[in-house]
């Protein structure tokens, strides 16, 4: 069976504004909150940034290529897609 995980992310077009985002993690705000003020993922926002679990191939490469390095508890830098820039943090 494929590997399963669980994560959530913040959508944003800048990466000055994502490498922004990664810094109020760092310093203690709270990913859920951050999500759902930043994100321009409305759909995932609403929940706190949850994305639920995915197995690979189900997102696009870059995004799915950092989200399963993650362990879980773990942040991500900012990762460019077509969509734009995703902080991810992996729940599971």
Request: include cysteine.
């Amino acid at each position: 069976m494929a590997q399963k995980i669980k994560c959530s992310h913040i959508l944003v077009q800048k990466q000055s504004v994502a490498l922004e985002i990664c810094e109020r993690i760092k310093k203690g705000e709270k990913f859920g909150k951050l999500a759902k003020e930043l994100s321009i993922d409305s759909g995932s926002a609403k929940k706190d940034g949850s994305l639920g679990y995915f197995t690979k191939g189900m997102m696009v490469k870059p995004f799915e290529e950092a989200a399963f390095k993650l362990q879980v508890g773990q942040v991500s830098e900012p990762i460019k897609t077509e969509f734009g820039y995703h902080v991810i943090k992996r729940f599971g």
